[in-house]
């Protein structure tokens, strides 16, 4: 069964640094491209990162480019999303989410949509206010 669980979400002033985690069960995650998206209050759902530890790749949206960092363990199988100077827009509900390798889903900017992601997890909130 395949399962993807977000932690590490929770409220943090502008300026600061949180990270999130995805746990992986079921498979192991170099067979899949893992992507993080954020849905804020009243707004459609955005890629934000993803990384596909197979082929060695990550990729950012320009939002936040520069401050954000993806990487993953595959003996824990977790992804991981570093969040560095946080800004109040990024405050949203996070969400992991699973394409198929062959998909290649983090050759595309994650602009590009979910299109290909087909497994999700529940999602965790992050709040970024003072």
């Known amino acids: 069964q395949l399962q993807l669980v977000e932690s590490g979400g929770g409220l943090v002033q502008p300026g600061k640094s949180l990270r999130l985690s995805c746990l992986v069960s079921?498979?192991?995650?170099?067979?899949?491209?893992i992507g993080w998206f954020r849905q804020a209050p009243g707004k459609e759902r955005e890629g934000v990162s993803c990384?596909?530890?197979?082929?060695?790749?990550?990729n950012y949206a320009d939002s936040v480019k520069g401050r954000f960092a993806v990487s993953g363990d595959n003996s824990k199988n977790t992804v991981y999303l570093e969040m560095n100077n946080l800004k109040p827009e990024d405050t949203g509900v996070y969400y992991c989410?699973?394409?198929?390798?062959?998909?290649?889903?983090?050759?595309?900017?994650?602009?590009?949509?979910?299109?290909?992601?087909?497994?999700w997890g529940q999602g965790i909130q992050v709040t970024v206010s003072s």
């Open positions: 989410a699973a394409a198929f390798r062959s998909e290649n889903a983090c050759s595309r900017r994650p602009e590009a949509g979910d299109s290909n992601y087909y497994y």
């Open positions: 079921g498979f192991t995650i170099d067979y899949y491209g």
């Open positions: 990384i596909d530890t197979y082929r060695g790749t990550s």
